[in-house]
């Protein structure tokens, strides 16, 4: 048997097969419509919010935020339940609708807590469905806890769960404005909700649908414009994916400019955005699984708000991760590519020596090597091999060990979650621990483009395989690939790529050593775990760095390398004041760029000709950056061992555009780092700060303090760090 039909068999078996014999079980039967609501409620409520249940179908059909008088669900007759997808072997979409069941129990528990239970629901197209699907609701302090389980009697695979399952979220008032923010990529993503919304997958939903997954951020803040709600999934292990979606009904008013309707309801269709956590469960035949809890809280304010209740959960569980001191203290890298896809050979081996005493000469203490491996970059991962094409083995392990003494740290680069599908190790090895599709075909995803036409065009980009990091035989691959920077010697690794899987969530296959589907994203964290069982007895400060780890992943990555621009918010910065948060600085006079690393205290990562060149290819940014790191190293109290808050705390106002930042230093005195991102003129601009202290300004430039009265002028893509004394 070949490997295309071995994965097609795969996929069949754990994708289809289970539902063939179900198919069987009920008549493919469509239930009519069914109210199953009593018309009355069971409450819980406190002293923030208010959350009602029909008696009769479970469904939720109110919620209000007592404390803001926010009605964020208001219509009982919009109420839902829960939704399960539970394919059938010739129709896959069958689903099982909250609202066409009746609650087998709904039942209040002490002052705050609903015990809900439903039984042997009927679904769409496969008749009575034998499962039990319950759920515990607690409201304490402001904070609704939806915990739930699956018990599945059946031979169906219950796929998905949307519990909770709200019917409507209405902004505080109609047509304020609403945004679904998540992180991604250091970043706060907005979307945009009310009073407009996109309408991304057209083709393949009814509704305008917008989902955000739970693999680049455990919370969904649904922000209003002085107020929002926080959702959380309540587990940071990564057992399974979670989709925070959002759905307008009916659709848009105008598809011109994506408004929606204004009025309660159009052409006799009601007008509602529901909102669902879905959890991708893939529940198999006679198990029972619990739910990741969802938590649901409303706060006052801004983003900030929301994310301090992150912040705090974050507290109970991260573990902080060990940290060469170096890595932790004020410094720069150089990111330096000596090879791309198409075999440049650019820089070998045996002429990194120029480039590390040039960064020895200036104080940038890392090198961040790109295209090392054999192939250049993305041109053979996974391996970690050396190209004969850059030297020897020996001539890069020399060229570490001559950084090592010249105070250098030479950090590789590396990418094991991919398989270059043009090597021999993939077509002899590599092909059995690629992640295959519920049908068998194995996941692909484009390659990158490097430096010739035909490259660049996109013509002979080479396509990558996604590795199943959930397989255990493939992490013993990876990690016998990572053992070999560990005996170059180098002072760490930078795992590209880390925060993303090339848009695949499980795989399943049936041979890796798991019962399929596995979440991809729950392998992350056992394969870096394997990798440092192999470098920490080597060396201890061996440093563990990715291009923007998620957050829970730096228990493991505790540096996080990634890009930003002007829109950027620093949140990754708000949630942790003292990671290790390092940005690409790539512009040839980036005064921009390095005003907002030291208003956001992030790590310098020079890269002249994006990272292909010297580092004094660039001096006017190589000078600025010098300044900033010396006016950190100055007032380091204020700038780096400090606690960051972001804009909480002082306001700006000025004749022109500004950003701002606040520092909170362990003595509760405040710096404040204000950025005249006007291109061509100088602004004036005053500080507000409550109960000001005497004040001193400094700026890289001039970095001797002078005493200020909360006034003053800034030229044209400059900075200034008021301070208090």
């Not at 705390?649 to 950025?675: C, D, E, M, P």
Request: glycine residues 8%.
């Amino acid at each position: 048997m070949n490997r295309r039909t071995f994965n097609k068999l795969a996929g069949l078996a754990v994708f289809g097969a289970t539902t063939e014999a179900a198919s069987a079980q009920a008549p493919f039967k469509n239930p009519a419509p069914t109210n199953t609501s009593s018309g009355k409620e069971l409450i819980l409520q406190d002293a923030h919010i208010l959350i009602a249940f029909d008696t009769g179908s479970g469904a939720i059909t109110r919620l209000e935020r007592k404390s803001s008088n926010w009605k964020i669900a208001r219509r009982p007759e919009l109420g839902v339940s829960f939704r399960l997808l539970a394919p059938l072997s010739k129709r896959r979409t069958n689903f099982i609708l909250g609202q066409r069941q009746s609650a087998a129990r709904v039942e209040k528990i002490g002052h705050n807590k609903i015990e809900l239970e439903w039984k042997d629901p009927v679904s769409d197209h496969g008749g009575i469905v034998p499962l039990t699907f319950s759920a515990t609701v607690t409201l304490e302090d402001g904070q609704l806890t939806f915990a739930s389980t699956l018990t599945n009697r059946s031979t169906l695979t219950i796929e998905t769960v949307d519990y909770p399952y709200f019917g409507e979220v209405n902004a505080p008032t109609p047509g304020e404005s609403l945004e679904a923010e998540t992180l991604w990529y250091g970043n706060l993503t907005s979307t945009r909700l009310s009073p407009t919304i996109g309408n991304p997958g057209y083709w393949g939903t009814d509704n305008p649908t917008v989902s955000q997954p739970s693999h680049s951020s455990l919370f969904c803040l649904i922000q209003a414009n002085t107020q929002g709600l926080y959702v959380e999934m309540h587990d940071p292990t990564q057992p399974y994916l979670i989709e925070y979606t959002f759905e307008q009904h009916p659709g848009q008013e105008d598809s011109l400019t994506d408004f929606i309707p204004t009025q309660p309801e159009i052409s006799g269709l009601p007008v509602y955005l529901a909102f669902r956590t879905c959890h991708f469960l893939f529940a198999h035949p006679q198990t029972t699984t619990k739910l990741a809890p969802i938590v649901v809280r409303g706060y006052d304010g801004d983003w900030h708000a929301g994310v301090d209740f992150y912040k705090s959960w974050r507290s109970t569980w991260f573990k902080k991760p060990h940290l060469a001191a170096w890595a932790q203290d004020i410094h720069s890298w150089l990111q330096l590519q000596i090879d791309g896809a198409e075999q440049d050979f650019t820089i070998p081996y045996r002429d990194l020596p120029k480039h590390i005493d040039e960064c020895a000469a200036n104080g940038v203490t890392a090198i961040q090597l790109v295209g090392w491996a054999i192939g250049g970059q993305d041109g053979g991962d996974p391996s970690m091999s050396t190209d004969p094409g850059l030297g020897t083995w020996q001539e890069l392990h020399d060229a570490i060990a001559y950084a090592r003494g010249k105070g250098v740290k030479i950090i590789l680069f590396g990418k094991p979650i991919w398989a270059d599908l043009t090597t021999d190790f993939y077509k002899h090895e590599l092909y059995k621990y690629a992640a295959a599709d519920p049908y068998g075909i194995d996941y692909e995803t484009g390659g990158f483009s490097y430096t010739t036409p035909t490259q660049l065009a996109g013509i002979n980009k080479r396509r990558r395989a996604i590795m199943d990091v959930q397989s255990p035989a493939y992490r013993d691959v990876a990690t016998k690939e990572f053992k070999k920077m560990v005996d170059l010697g180098a002072a760490g690794w930078l795992f590209d790529e880390v925060c993303h899987h090339g848009g695949v969530d499980y795989a399943f296959n049936i041979d890796h050593g798991y019962k399929a589907p596995a979440y991809i994203y729950g392998g992350d964290m056992p394969m870096a775990a394997q990798f440092h069982s192999v470098s920490d007895p080597v060396d201890p400060d061996f440093v563990f760095a990715g291009e923007w780890p998620e957050d829970w992943l730096r228990q493991y990555y505790p540096v996080s390398y990634f890009r930003i621009n002007r829109a950027s918010r620093a949140v990754d910065r708000y949630i942790d004041s003292q990671s290790a948060l390092m940005v690409a600085v790539s512009g040839f006079n980036d005064r921009d760029m390095l005003n907002m690393v030291l208003a956001n205290r992030y790590i310098i990562s020079y890269e002249p000709f994006n990272f292909k060149g010297h580092l004094s290819d660039f001096p006017l940014t190589l000078s600025y950056g010098k300044q900033i790191d010396a006016l950190r190293h100055r007032y380091r109290d204020f700038l780096w061992d400090s606690e960051f808050r972001d804009t909480l705390g002082a306001n700006i106002s000025a004749n022109g555009q500004y950003r701002h930042s606040v520092f909170l230093n362990k003595t509760g005195k405040r710096a404040v780092v204000v950025i005249n991102i006007e291109r061509g003129r100088t602004i004036n601009a005053t500080l507000q700060l409550p109960n000001p202290g005497t004040l001193v300004v400094v700026s890289p430039e001039q970095p001797d303090a002078q005493p200020s009265n909360g006034q003053v002028s800034i030229p044209a893509r400059s900075v200034v760090v008021l301070m208090e004394q």
